[in-house]
């Protein structure tokens, strides 16, 4: 959790949510774009963006995190956007833990990226005043008359980790553990509940996401099978003390709505925490298709298309 300064993103209207972009440079270009005819100039992306460098890649003082992020900062910054990540599974953590961090936690890839520390509170809205948010671009648009609480817990198992190699396309950091959910109960404690949570894996089976889980037959080991379900145990149990009115994630590349019910009893991993609560689960999709990115209206947290 982020100690020194609490993150407030400034105000806007409207921000972008952004599923998985994989290293697409193309595509990250095309939602930007989208993006800013919308006005919109903060993007929040969900994880698997593709921080490197990847094999075939080498670290250089130009490109740390590799050739994508090195264009991606460029396009976002020709646009006057900024880019806030909650990390995925396929993102290079080894380069990850060695990046800077801002007086917030927030860790440094680019100009206009930043990667939310695990986990991390931030705020959006607020009435507006022209004044220059965290990153040092002036929020664009009227601003907005609430002011809306996020809460991050990015990570994820990847399921084919089989087939990658050990500090070249697969890190132990993926996962998300005991002590960030120990810091969610934390957080919880001292700021109550959150309006929107951003994970990157499944924060609650909705039945879009059980399809894709108890598809039959399943190619992954009984082994696979059981890490992908502690690592979605344990970001439930930070969904159910979060509380959240709206979620987002991108893991399973399908886009859906679904509401689910919290604080209730449902399948094993879903530990009941205090009173019922509703939230509506929205699920986006991959780089290359529809449904990869949707606006989010800070007053209503209604969505609409974008990508
Ligand atoms: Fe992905």
Redesign the pocket.
């Known amino acids: 959790m982020q100690t020194e300064a609490p993150i407030n993103l400034g105000q806007h209207h409207q921000v972008a949510m952004v599923?998985?972009l994989?290293g697409n440079g193309r595509w990250a270009s095309h939602v930007n774009k989208a993006a800013a005819a919308r006005g919109v100039s903060l993007l929040l992306q969900v994880?698997?963006l593709g921080v490197g460098p990847w094999p075939g890649e080498s670290r250089s003082a130009r490109r740390p995190f590799g050739g994508f992020i090195r264009g991606l900062d460029d396009d976002l910054g020709q646009r006057g956007q900024r880019m806030i990540v909650t990390i995925?599974?396929?993102e290079n953590f080894d380069a990850l833990d060695d990046a800077p961090r801002d007086d917030a936690g927030m860790i440094i890839i680019g100009e206009h990226i930043r990667v939310l520390p695990r986990p991390a509170r931030f705020t959006i809205g607020g009435p507006p005043s022209g004044t220059e948010d965290r990153l040092g671009s002036t929020a664009s648009g009227p601003g907005s008359s609430v002011i809306r609480s996020f809460g991050s817990l990015g990570g994820?198992p990847s399921v084919d980790l089989f087939h990658r190699k050990v500090g070249k396309s697969w890190w132990m950091q993926e996962q998300i553990t005991e002590e960030h959910v120990a810091a969610v109960r934390a957080d919880v404690r001292a700021n109550h509940s959150v309006d929107v949570m951003l994970s990157?894996d499944a924060p609650a089976l909705t039945p879009a996401v059980s399809r894709i889980v108890d598809a039959t037959p399943n190619p992954w080991p009984p082994e696979v099978v059981q890490y992908a379900e502690r690592g979605r145990s344990l970001l439930s149990e930070a969904f159910h003390a979060w509380r959240p009115t709206v979620a987002f994630h991108?893991?399973?590349?399908v886009r859906d709505t679904a509401e689910v019910h919290g604080g209730v009893t449902g399948r094993p991993f879903e530990t009941p925490q205090g009173e019922p609560f509703t939230c509506r689960v929205e699920s986006l999709a991959?780089d290359g298709v529809l449904g990869n990115a949707v606006l989010l209206d800070i007053n209503t947290l209604d969505v609409s298309p974008l990508v």
């Open positions: 599923g998985d994989h994880g698997d995925g599974n396929h994820a990157h991108g893991h399973y590349h991959m």
